[in-house]
């Protein structure tokens, strides 16, 4: 892993030279700085055409990220810091943490169960004992 690769998660490590930098002026705070400094980060990222990601880790990434790509390519902005470099870690985490939560596998199938006879008991006599407080709370009998 060289400098500037991307550690997304265990073995997919995106390769620097296939990530996309550009750099445009950022608008909030800065004073005079922001109308000429570049801090505004923009990082892409060609998922659908990039060998260093596995078939299937793709494949569950182009789904669970189809309405964020633009023809396969995956882009992140990043504009809240007034320096470039650290828009640059900001764009470099935010990929990651994207990449990371659309490669995770599915959580496992939960089968639905039916409730026991304790848990069954349990609710009747709680539902007793709430009907026997609100019936104490009206008007006594003559």
């Not at 990222?45 to 182009?62: C, G, N, Q, T």
């Not at 470039?84 to 199938?109: F, G, S, Y």
């Not at 009907?131 to 709370?137: D, N, P, Q, T």
């Given at each position: 892993?060289?400098e500037?690769?991307l ?7 995106l ?12 608008s ?8 000429t ?16 990601v ?7 990434a ?40 659309a490669t995770?596998?599915d ?24 009907g026997?407080i ?9």
């Amino acid at each position: 892993m060289t400098e500037g690769d991307l550690h997304v998660r265990g073995p997919l490590v995106l390769p620097g030279r296939e990530l996309h930098w550009r750099f445009s002026r950022a608008s909030g705070p800065g004073g005079q700085g922001v109308n000429t400094t570049d801090s505004r980060v923009e990082l892409s990222f060609d998922l659908a055409r990039s060998p260093s990601v596995p078939d299937d880790l793709r494949s569950r990434a182009l789904h669970r990220l189809a309405n964020r790509l633009v023809d396969g390519v995956l882009t992140v902005a990043a504009s809240e810091h007034r320096s470039q470099l650290r828009n640059r870690e900001a764009a470099r985490d935010r990929l990651a943490a994207t990449l990371r939560a659309a490669t995770a596998t599915d959580p496992p199938v939960r089968r639905p169960t039916a409730p026991s006879r304790n848990a069954k008991r349990r609710r009747l006599d709680e539902k007793t004992r709430r009907g026997r407080i609100k019936r104490l709370r009206g008007r006594p009998d003559e």
